[in-house]
């Protein structure tokens, strides 16, 4: 059993910061790629960021030069730095990871509770 518990939603202003962790626990043999997504009220979720386990990035273009993804893989942790802070931002964070429980399992798409963020004054 493996699982992905985010923290640090909440309320902030247009032009602040925010920075998400989300830890992953449990039967883990390995992690590659973790990332970041979001789901705005009558929107689809959406890729936000991602990192590789060689630390490898990419980002939506709506966030680019304003988000940070990193991970500290002794932690099995991913973290979301955003600053710059948008009304548009404002969405339910979700974490994600690839994760194999053994050498010989397959890659489970693991998925995390989400967390609510709000950007608004």
């Known amino acids: 059993q493996v699982q992905l518990v985010e923290s640090g939603g909440g309320l902030v202003q247009p032009g602040g910061s925010l920075r998400l962790s989300c830890a992953a626990s449990g039967s883990i043999f390995s992690i590659n790629a973790m990332g970041w997504y979001r789901q705005a009220p009558g929107k689809e979720r959406e890729k936000v960021a991602a990192?590789?386990?060689?630390?490898?990035?990419n980002y939506a273009d709506s966030v680019k030069g304003r988000f940070t993804i990193s991970r500290d893989n002794a932690k099995n942790t991913v973290y979301l730095q955003m600053n710059s802070l948008k009304p548009e931002d404002t969405a339910v964070y979700y974490c994600n990871a690839l994760i194999q429980t053994n050498w010989a399992s397959p890659v489970y798409n693991c998925w995390g509770q989400g967390t609510q963020v709000t950007v608004s004054s």
């Open positions: 990192i590789t386990s060689g630390g490898s990035t």
